[in-house]
């Protein structure tokens, strides 16, 4: 069955929102990994990728805005989860560099997780600029993954 042009925005827009939620989680992350690090590097580095998500963010709003929606301030329901644990875990561990990179690099996931979501809706919705932009995000958001593990498996500055 075939949708209508309204339905197909509306589901772009929940898409596109989702989005916006992970990066929300993720900006949120990421100021709780500063507030937990003396670590210089992992400050540096932490505040670079919740700037990369305030952008991230802001074109996924404009985007949404000309489609005549609104973008959501929310979180996701799993990361505020995320966020508490790693609350209790930051208690525990007392700034452990490690532990630290672990809960980035699990918050990582959840933003790449949410990403491939996006891009393999089987209703395949998305215009071809939005797909362009989301698979950019996504290989960005693979790289930071992927230095945050890094540095988590090898314990070494940047």
């Given amino acids: 069955m075939e949708i209508t042009a309204k339905e197909k925005t509306d589901k772009i827009i929940a898409q596109l929102n989702n989005l916006v939620e992970i990066n929300n989680d993720r900006i ?3 100021e709780r990994a500063i ?7 992992l400050t540096y580095l932490f505040t670079n990728m919740a700037a ?3 952008g991230y963010k802001s074109d996924l709003s404009r985007e949404i805005i000309s489609m005549g929606g609104e973008a959501t301030d929310g979180t996701k329901n799993s990361g505020k989860i995320f966020r508490a644990w790693m609350d209790i ?3 525990l561990t007392g700034k452990n560099r ?3 990179l672990g ?3 699990f918050g990582e996931d959840a933003a ?3 990403y491939k979501t996006v891009l ?3 209703d395949n919705v998305l215009t071809d600029d939005l797909v362009k932009l989301i698979q950019r995000q996504k290989q960005e958001i693979q790289l930071d993954h992927e230095r945050v593990k890094a540095l988590r498996d090898l314990g070494k500055n940047l």
């Fill in 103 to 105: 809960s980035c690099a």
């Fill in 52 to 54: 990369q998500s305030r």
């Fill in 112 to 114: 790449l997780d949410t």
């Fill in 98 to 100: 490690k532990e630290i």
């Fill in 89 to 91: 875990k930051a208690a």
């Fill in 35 to 41: 507030a937990e690090t003396d670590d210089e590097d």
């Fill in 120 to 122: 393999a809706d089987e």
């Fill in 28 to 30: 949120q992350g990421y």
